[in-house]
């Protein structure tokens, strides 16, 4: 059954669609009828197969946008070449973001630069130049989150603190840019285990503290941002958490 406020024929422009989370949410958005802007940094081989299986189920439904997000000056550009793909701009889902630990006495400028650019600075830049396209459009900002935010992961100094900003700038642009732009965050939880790798221990101390007692799904992250998107219409400012219950308290 096709949901009576689909998406057809607006465009959602997704940062870090190439993989994982993001990969999810442009799948999902799209098959509610968006067209995609399919944002990547590095990921030029998953963001090609990514566009290519989402043109082949509807033709020039996805596009490649490259851009270095910690490039502030190239923000406005990206916007201006995702409105002038389909005309407009309905959605930005501010997904990208840089994961690595900080030990205190560690931290450098360049962890500094990269984490807060990546986690806080691009989607604020981003967002702001996005305003005059979402505001005729009367659209909608999601930006990705952490349950970090709010319960420090030791050794993430720098990146929970940036989340933590991520969090307040959520909130901060929902009042601001309300009633034309609602501006909402996703919170996962365990959803994908780090590329990097984690050991067996810290696996199970993780699921030990989430009460559905498992990790989640990226598609369970998408169906939230498309909630949000298409059905949310009354709400803004808002942070729903998708973890199992692990923000409960552990």
């Not at 020039?60 to 407009?88: C, R, Y």
């Not at 990705?144 to 929970?160: C, F």
């Amino acid at each position: 059954m096709t949901a009576p406020n689909n998406l057809n024929g607006k465009v959602a422009l997704i940062t870090g669609a190439a993989r994982r989370i993001g990969a999810a949410i442009a799948t999902t958005l799209h098959r509610d009828g968006a067209n995609i802007a399919v944002h990547y940094r590095k990921s030029s081989a998953d963001a090609e197969a990514l566009a290519a299986r989402l043109n082949a189920e509807r033709p020039d439904s996805a596009a490649l946008f490259q851009t270095d997000l910690n490039d502030t000056d190239a923000l406005p550009v990206l916007v201006e070449k995702v409105v002038a793909w389909h005309g407009t701009l309905d959605v930005l889902v501010n997904n990208a973001s840089s994961f690595y630990p900080t030990p205190p006495g560690e931290i450098t400028q360049a962890h500094w630069d990269d984490l807060v650019g990546s986690n806080l600075k691009a989607p604020l830049f981003l967002s702001q130049a996005a305003l005059p396209a979402l505001r005729e459009a009367r659209g909608a900002i999601i930006n990705l989150i952490d349950v970090h935010a709010q319960r420090p992961l030791r050794n993430h100094t720098v990146y929970g603190s940036a989340k933590a900003g991520l969090a307040m700038l959520t909130r901060s642009l929902a009042k601001d840019l309300a009633p034309d732009v609602r501006v909402n965050g996703v919170s996962p939880g365990a959803i994908l285990w780090p590329e990097s790798g984690m050991d067996d221990a810290t696996r199970e101390t993780i699921l030990k503290q989430i009460p559905l007692a498992r990790p989640g799904q990226p598609e369970d992250i998408a169906g939230c941002v498309l909630y949000l998107v298409r059905d949310a219409t009354y709400v803004t400012g808002q942070i729903i958490a998708v973890d199992g219950g692990r923000s409960i308290g552990w």
